[in-house]
């Protein structure tokens, strides 16, 4: 069974530029996040939909960041415009119950 | 207080040894406890999750749940070289997730 898919691995901007990081679930997952982890620290939850819908969206920072879901499978996570202190990894997760399945993340540098 | 502490270490161990380590927690809602096993510059590979109270192994991996302390452990036996990781905890409950900061091992040859 494939795992959570996500693109780019690795992407370095300069700052004030926008950024876009792209998942695919666990095939049948429902629930899908998008997670920020910064060096030495552990995941930090951005944002969790159930299907289409944004259920948690309290820790998105929504002046720069923006994600979708639009068709309950694949997301986009997009950050406009970046900044120096959004550089960190990007974690896209799934589930079907309680249980979290990550993808390798996305490592974001901002110059 | 954080919903769930856990020693950062971090830890280093000769190959062989049994390797310990802990989390604890505030809140008695938790149901599910998880390890996650996390290599340099990947995404954090689930390696057991338990529900309730109790003991599970898989191979060299056994994990215990004591919800009496709000204490869960991960032990290692015959620790390999390729089990150098951070390894992060995770609980939850309905509409609560929380990681613990991970704790570094380094498994010596």
């Known amino acids: 069974e494939a795992g959570v898919v996500q693109s780019p691995r690795y992407k370095i901007i300069e700052k004030k530029q926008p950024v876009a990081f792209w998942c695919n679930p666990i095939?049948?997952?429902?629930?899908l996040y998008w997670y920020r982890q910064n060096l030495g620290q552990g995941p930090e939850l951005l944002i969790r939909?159930?299907?289409?819908?944004?259920?948690?969206d309290s820790q998105l920072p929504k002046d720069r960041f923006s994600a979708e879901r639009l068709k309950g499978v694949d997301s986009t996570l997009k950050i406009q415009p970046a900044e120096l202190g959004d550089s960190a990894v990007y974690l896209c997760?799934?589930?079907?119950?309680?249980?979290?399945?990550f993808g390798p993340g996305t490592r974001l540098t901002v110059l | 207080q954080k919903e769930v502490e856990q020693d950062p270490g971090p830890l280093s161990v000769p190959e062989g040894a049994i390797v310990s380590l802990n989390c604890t927690y505030s809140?008695?809602?938790?149901?599910?406890f998880m390890w996650y096993r996390q290599y340099s510059r990947k995404g954090p590979e689930l390696l057991m999750y338990t529900y309730s109270s109790g003991n599970k192994e898989d191979g060299r991996f056994t994990a215990q749940v004591d919800k009496s302390s709000k204490y869960i452990s991960l032990f290692i036996r015959d620790s390999q070289p390729s089990d150098s990781a951070t390894y992060l905890c995770a609980m939850s409950a309905p509409n609560q997730f929380y990681f613990g900061t991970g704790t570094s091992l380094t498994v010596i040859p």
């Open positions: 095939s049948g997952h429902n629930t």
């Open positions: 939909y159930e299907n289409e819908e944004a259920v948690d």
């Open positions: 997760a799934s589930s079907q119950d309680r249980v979290r399945f």
């Open positions: 809140n008695s809602a938790f149901q599910y």
